[in-house]
C-alpha cells in the first residue's frame, strides 16, 4: 500500500526509569500505528490484515477511542478542540495508537495530533486508559495558535494510573514532530521531586501488510504484550515495597486543558 503518505507504522521501545523512592528501570521493544483520519478508508480497502470495525489480525475500532461509542472520531476531536478555543480548519488529524492484534485491546497512552489547514500543528491530545478500565484525556495546545515542539506543556494530574505512584502530581511533556523518527517523553513530578521518566522513542516504517507481520512476529500482539509487562512491573514494585495508592474516580470531565 503506497497511496498513503502520512500513515505509517513506527517501530522503537519504551524505557521506564523511576527514580524514588527506590529505583526501578525497563526497556522494551513496541511498535504503534499512526493513522490519518482521513485515510482510514484507504487503509481498510488497501491493506489485506488490517481492518477498520471488522475482524482481521490487525484492527481499529472506533468504540476504543475518542466518544467510545462507535461514532466517528473527527467529529468528536473537534468539539474537543472547540472546547479550548481551537478550530484545525478541517486540517488533518492522526492518531498515534496500538491496534488490536487478534482483537485484544489494552491503550496504556494513545496520542492525536492535531494540525491545522496550513500543516502548522496546534495541538496534542493525550488519551490516557489505566488497568482498571478508566480513562482520561489531557488536551496540550497554546491556545489556539501554533503548537511548538520545543515546549514542554504542563498538566496537573488528575487521573489516577499507576497504582504505585501518588495523585499529588504534575506531568512535563515533550514531543518530536512526527517524522522518519518520533519521540514522546513524560516526566512524573511527585510532591516536587521528579519521580519518573517515560519515553518512548520510534522509528518509521511503511504501513505495508509485510511491515505489520514483521512487527507482530517480533514482538507479538502489542497490547498484549503492554499488559503483561506493566503487571510484571507493578510485581516488582510491590516485591521492592513501594506503596500501594488505591484507585480514584477518574474525573467528571472527560478531557483536561
Not at 4 to 31: E, M
Not at 232 to 257: D, G, H, M, N, S
Request: proline letters at 6%; hydrophobic letters at 40%.
Amino acid at each position: 500500500m503506497t497511496t498513503s503518505v502520512h500513515s505509517r507504522l513506527y517501530v522503537g521501545t519504551v524505557a521506564h526509569d523511576r527514580r524514588i523512592p527506590r529505583a526501578n528501570r525497563f526497556r522494551y521493544g513496541i511498535y504503534y500505528l499512526y493513522v490519518d483520519l482521513d485515510e482510514l478508508e484507504l487503509l481498510d480497502e488497501s491493506l489485506r490484515l488490517f481492518s477498520v470495525d471488522r475482524a482481521n489480525l490487525v484492527t481499529l475500532r472506533t468504540r476504543d477511542h475518542g466518544p467510545r461509542d462507535g461514532s466517528a472520531w473527527r467529529p468528536w476531536v473537534d468539539a474537543t478542540l472547540a472546547r479550548a478555543g481551537i478550530d484545525l480548519e478541517r486540517g488533518p488529524v492522526r492518531l498515534l495508537t496500538f491496534p488490536r492484534v487478534l482483537g485484544f485491546k489494552f491503550y496504556p497512552v494513545s496520542f492525536w495530533y492535531c494540525f491545522h489547514a496550513d500543516g502548522t500543528p496546534r495541538a496534542v491530545l493525550a488519551e490516557v486508559q489505566n488497568t482498571f478500565g478508566d480513562h482520561h484525556n489531557y488536551l496540550l495546545h497554546n491556545g489556539g495558535d501554533v503548537f511548538d515542539w520545543q515546549s514542554a506543556p504542563e498538566m496537573v494530574k488528575v487521573f489516577h494510573v499507576s497504582p504505585f505512584i501518588e495523585m499529588d502530581a504534575r506531568y512535563e511533556f515533550r514531543f518530536s514532530e512526527p517524522g522518519e523518527q518520533l519521540s514522546v517523553s513524560l516526566l512524573d513530578f511527585v510532591k516536587g521531586p521528579l519521580l519518573l521518566i517515560a519515553a518512548v522513542s520510534l522509528t518509521a516504517r511503511p504501513l505495508t501488510d509485510a511491515a505489520l507481520l514483521r512487527a507482530i512476529a517480533r514482538y507479538g500482539p502489542m497490547s498484549a504484550r503492554a499488559w503483561l509487562f506493566i503487571h510484571y512491573q507493578a510485581l516488582r514494585l510491590f516485591a521492592k515495597r513501594i506503596r500501594y495508592v488505591p484507585r480514584t474516580e477518574p474525573p467528571a470531565e472527560e478531557t483536561t486543558w
